[in-house]
């Protein structure tokens, strides 16, 4: 959701679109700099969150990588965090998503532990929890799958840890969601990295074929998952609940058209399965 105008304005126009939940930047997400935050618009914006009953996530800003050789990108980065985690809870916002990062053609061994170290040792206090989110597998990504997730998880000190799943992310980085088995094992590996660790889902087709390690979002049904494999993406139990974002392409189909093409696709499965999910 937009923050133009105002921070106050995505938690408002979220609600009136009847949406049950929704992502934002707290900051420039192009930006390692932060304008402070109104006082007067963060009382807004919870008044907003808590009259439509909406969950916000925030998303920190591209920049971050905490995978990084470069010992001043590290710093940068922290500073980075420390600041949005802030942001996050003054204005009441219990979940943030941060991408990995690049290791930088080090190693992903030396970046997982740059990455752990780092948060470890550096993070301020906070009651945020820290959403990494699956790599598209890109040269010299870190995290694209999730043993590499799973080992970041095991060498971190908090349990105030979860994790962000990208459905266009995971099948460039080569899981197959449109197989039934194949998907299965993805749920497994998700399961691994702990109980209710999965806290939000990216919504998103995929441009590319699959294993491609391209970053490329696409409209719903209309990518290389399609239709069939949202299908069969919430055909699974595991993904018939929980929180769900779309970062769909902004062009003339809109968001609407991916609002109405998701509800589609779960009408279709309540049909198949004869179940009774809802889509908010």
Not at 24 to 49: A, H, Q
Not at 270 to 276: E, G, H, R, V
Request: contains cysteine; charged residues 25%.
């Amino acid at each position: 959701m937009s923050v133009a105008g105002s921070i106050a304005n995505a938690a408002l126009d979220a609600g009136e679109h009847g949406y049950g939940d929704f992502q934002m930047f707290t900051s420039n997400p192009r930006s390692w700099n932060s304008k402070p935050l109104d006082i007067d618009k963060v009382g807004l914006f919870k008044e907003y969150c808590n009259k439509y009953d909406t969950i916000p996530f925030s998303h920190l800003p591209y920049l971050f990588n905490l995978a990084s050789p470069s010992e001043e990108q590290r710093m940068k980065s922290l500073n980075l965090l420390n600041d949005n985690l802030k942001r996050c809870d003054l204005m009441g916002i219990k979940y943030i998503v941060v991408h990995i990062g690049s290791h930088l053609g080090t190693g992903v061994d030396k970046g997982i532990t740059r990455i752990t170290d780092a948060i470890n040792d550096n993070i301020i206090d906070h009651k945020v929890m820290i959403l990494f989110e699956n790599g598209a597998g890109y040269n010299n990504s870190v995290g694209s799958n999730m043993n590499e997730i799973n080992e970041i998880f095991d060498k971190l000190n908090s349990d105030n840890i979860g994790l962000c799943l990208d459905t266009c992310h995971a099948f460039a980085a080569g899981y197959d969601l449109r197989d039934p088995k194949k998907l299965d094992f993805l749920v497994d590996d998700i399961k691994d990295l702990g109980k209710d660790k999965l806290k939000l889902v990216h919504l998103n087709d995929a441009k590319y074929e699959l294993g491609s390690g391209m970053d490329r979002h696409e409209h719903l049904g209309k990518g290389k998952i399609g239709e069939e494999g949202f299908i069969n993406f919430f055909s699974n139990p595991f993904f018939q609940k929980g929180c769900f974002v779309m970062e769909t392409p902004v062009d003339k189909l809109g968001n609407d058209y991916d609002y109405n093409e998701v509800s589609k696709i779960i009408s279709k499965v309540n049909k198949q399965l004869n179940l009774d999910i809802n889509f908010r």
